[in-house]
């Protein structure tokens, strides 16, 4: 069986071995660069099944790393910052970061984490070719075996996470969820005090599928609930 191939973009090389150390001995292939444009070139290049990116990095930041990624691959990123800060959490996640960890962080759960976005992503994508798997509601058609979303014939851009929350949202229409359990349903973390992701998120979705965000006519904000995509 092919082995899972990691890239690890850490300007702190004691640390990064320590990444791969812990990565290798729990069977994955791991490669490493120590700075932005470098680890940018070697993401965009080669295939890898999951890429860790440092936030603060020398030449190119992991943001700009992070976008140039997701403008051209779906591969599971985890961004890794000393920065606590919320506000870097939800610019990275918004980027198309599919987890954010804050050092210092056990190498132990970075290998957990790696696991359960393989495992995630694997489920997403399939195995073996299928009939493309589309959800059609009025205007709005989403091709979750593509993972594209149009609205109204039109191609709409989706982060990954955006993607993850409206399909779910889609495939149970006119159920009320509340932010906690989308968030845990879609970050699949239990983490508290993290619940503006979801706001963040869904007034993105707005953004790119109501005519009118003021009055939504798919996703409807159920006061003091959470939300439901309306059908």
Not at 8 to 27: F, M, P, R
Not at 68 to 79: A, F, L, S
Request: glycine share 6%; aromatic share 8%; proline share 3%.
């Amino acid at each position: 069986m092919e082995k899972n191939r990691i890239l690890i973009v850490e300007d702190e090389v004691a640390i990064a071995e320590l990444e791969k150390d812990y990565l290798e001995l729990s069977g994955f292939e791991v490669e490493m660069e120590n700075t932005g444009d470098a680890g940018l070139e070697k993401a965009l290049k080669e295939e890898f099944n999951l890429i860790i990116l440092d936030l603060m990095l020398p030449n190119v930041d992991g943001f700009e790393i992070c976008k140039q990624i997701r403008e051209k691959k779906n591969t599971p990123v985890i961004m890794v910052s000393a920065k606590k800060d919320d506000i870097d959490k939800i610019r990275g996640l918004g980027l198309g970061a599919d987890d954010y960890m804050t050092k210092p962080f056990s190498p132990s759960e970075l290998v957990a984490r790696v696991k359960a976005h393989l495992a995630r992503y694997e489920r997403l994508i399939g195995s073996g070719v299928q009939k493309n798997e589309i959800i059609e509601i009025r205007g709005i058609k989403i091709d979750k075996t593509a993972r594209r979303v149009y609205v109204n014939g039109e191609e709409k851009s989706f982060t990954t996470k955006e993607f993850d929350l409206l399909t779910f949202l889609a495939q149970n229409p006119n159920h009320v969820f509340t932010k906690e359990e989308l968030f845990q349903k879609i970050w699949d973390m239990e983490s508290i005090g993290d619940i503006a992701t979801v706001t963040v998120h869904i007034k993105k979705i707005r953004e790119k599928i109501e005519v009118n965000t003021s009055r939504p006519q798919y996703i409807e904000t159920i006061w003091g609930v959470g939300y439901r995509f309306k059908v």
